[in-house]
């Protein structure tokens, strides 16, 4: 079992800047890749970014080169750096972490969550 903690979320205006951060505890030697995930009201939930053990990242291609995932090298703590912030990254944000060696595509093979850390933009 995993658990995961997510902290750093807040209310910010637009342009603004927030730091995520996710403390995972437990069996962490079991995960492979880490990742971001967030759900906006009336939304499905979406893939944000994700890093995996050799430190290689991906990001939807609404954050790109305004979010930036990292991991501390012992991988029990996840960053995502929100810059440039806009209304639209309004959404509850998610940690999750997955034993496959490969980050998967899909939700369902991410097999532990947080509770997530809301964050607001506002214009």
């Known amino acids: 079992q995993v658990q995961l903690v997510e902290s750093g979320g807040g209310s910010v205006q637009a342009g603004g800047s927030l730091r995520l951060t996710c403390v995972a505890s437990?069996?962490?030697?079991?995960?492979?890749?880490m990742g971001w995930f967030r759900q906006a009201p009336g939304k499905e939930r979406e893939k944000v970014a994700t890093i995996n053990v050799m430190g290689m990242s991906t990001y939807a291609d609404s954050v790109k080169a305004r979010f930036t995932i990292s991991q501390d090298n012992a991988k029990d703590t996840l960053y995502l750096q929100m810059s440039t912030l806009k209304p639209e990254d309004t959404a509850m944000y998610y940690c999750?972490?997955?034993?496959?060696?490969?980050?998967?595509?899909?939700?369902?093979?991410?097999?532990?969550w947080g509770q997530g850390t809301q964050v607001t933009v506002s214009s």
């Open positions: 999750a972490v997955s034993v496959w060696p490969q980050c998967p595509a899909s939700l369902e093979a991410w097999h532990y």
């Open positions: 437990g069996d962490t030697d079991s995960t492979s890749c």
